[in-house]
């Protein structure tokens, strides 16, 4: 019995920091497939001196550049990796094992999310973070919206999850995390406006409560102490603020 082919995909932009230490993480894939996206540091040098297989473009929209990256691989499964993650060799172990016998679809794979270095477990959410992704899966089983920021996923089969967690570098420190907040906010803003439908203040406002209360209480953010209410803060400002500048800022 022939094992199924593993495509390792990695979408990035300016990741020089990144890149090295993410794509040693997954020589255990059969391939591994780099899209660049309008890359200015020497990203393109150290993915070519790895051995990838590389796409270079510019995608205003994030599903557009991964859904062009799945299209590119050529692996029967595809473990889909962001710059600043890392695979430890349990999961690469447990991935090998998985596809050898699974059936068509995808699989959930838990994170580890570090700031700087350290751990935080708890708290992440409400469009501020995850726990666990969708990021193993079959050709055909994923495919993303065109939102510029957190896109929409479809996706085919049952929810399956693996075990092991990946490595995620979050963000290094608070200032990485507040340039990260205006990124975020800048790309839904735009996403907003496309819509045509930016919302109201009021509902936003609301919001601000309910999305605290869900990070900070209901996903025991409260256990990390001030990181803790750090990401619960950032989670509950991240809709208002994306309407402010949807409603106030010039595109």
């Not at 029967?76 to 991935?95: C, F, G, M, N, S």
């Not at 819509?195 to 999305?211: D, E, P, Y």
């Not at 256990?223 to 619960?232: D, M």
């Amino acid at each position: 019995m022939v094992a199924p082919r593993l495509s390792a995909l990695v979408v990035a932009h300016d990741e020089e920091a990144d890149l090295p230490d993410c794509l040693a993480s997954l020589a255990f894939a059969d391939e591994v497939v780099v899209v660049l996206d309008r890359c200015t540091d020497r990203s393109r040098a150290i993915a070519l001196e790895r051995g990838a297989r590389i796409v270079e473009g510019a995608w205003p929209i994030e599903g557009d550049r991964r859904n062009t990256g799945i299209a590119t691989c050529d692996g029967d499964w595809i473990v889909e990796v962001d710059a600043d993650e890392r695979l430890p060799p349990d999961l690469a172990r447990e991935i090998r094992a998985t596809i050898a016998t699974a059936a068509p679809g995808h699989f959930l794979i838990p994170f580890d999310n570090y700031i700087g270095g350290r751990l935080v477990r708890h708290g992440w959410g409400a469009s501020w973070g995850v726990s666990a992704a969708p990021r193993l899966f079959t050709k055909g089983a994923k495919r993303w919206g065109d939102q510029r920021i957190h896109p929409k996923l479809e996706l085919q089969g049952e929810k399956r999850f693996l075990k092991t967690p990946m490595i995620h570098h979050v963000d290094r420190d608070i200032s990485d995390m507040i340039r990260r907040l205006d990124r975020y906010t800048a790309a839904r803003a735009a996403d907003l406006r496309a819509s045509g439908n930016i919302g109201t203040f009021g509902a936003n406002l609301r919001r601000i409560f309910s999305r605290f209360w869900k990070c900070f209480v209901a996903r025991k953010g409260y256990r990390e102490g001030l990181w803790g209410f750090t990401i619960a803060l950032f989670a509950a400002l991240f809709p208002i603020l994306s309407y402010l500048r949807a409603r106030l800022e010039k595109e």
